[in-house]
């Protein structure tokens, strides 16, 4: 049985993904912390409208069965738009727009949705274990 096939998990893992690129966003914007002229970057927001529709248009990547084939084109590696700051809270002198304190609570809000989102994913799986007969 493939999970991935059910809407609700399609969703959470959607949401997923979506959390760890914008752990690693925000990871940037703290290691370029030092560096002149920087701006800080974030993803833009989930929309649960457009994550639906997303998750109704289906995308295949070709698949090869032979060294043969040719691989064709591939998604890009990451689905989610990626937005600058326009408004930064402060500019450093030489231009460096990130606060250290504003990326780090950001960090700690994005480990929190984490931590719900892979709570949520497996009481879903226990639901269905359950369901099965194979709970517990």
């Known amino acids: 049985m493939d999970l991935n096939k ?13 959390l760890t690129r914008r752990q ?3 990871a940037q914007n703290v290691a370029n912390a030092d560096t002149p ?12 409208k457009d994550m639906m529709r ?15 084939h040719m ?14 700051n ?10 460096n727009a ?5 990326q780090m609570a950001k960090i700690g809000e994005t480990q929190m949705q984490y931590q719900l989102t892979n709570e949520l994913y497996r009481k879903h799986i226990g639901m269905i274990k359950i369901a099965i007969g194979k709970g517990r």
Do not use: C, I
């Open 6 to 18: 059910l809407t609700l998990f399609g969703l959470v893992k959607g949401h997923m993904g979506w």
């Open 24 to 26: 690693e966003v925000l």
């Open 37 to 48: 002229k920087y701006k800080p970057q974030d993803l833009k927001a989930l929309n649960f």
């Open 54 to 68: 997303k998750q109704q248009q289906t995308q295949l990547n070709a698949v090869t069965t032979s060294p043969m």
């Open 71 to 84: 691989a064709g084109a591939r998604r890009a590696t990451s689905p989610f738009a990626g937005e600058e």
């Open 86 to 95: 326009r408004t930064p809270y402060e500019t450093a002198p030489d231009g």
């Open 98 to 102: 990130v606060v250290l304190e504003e």
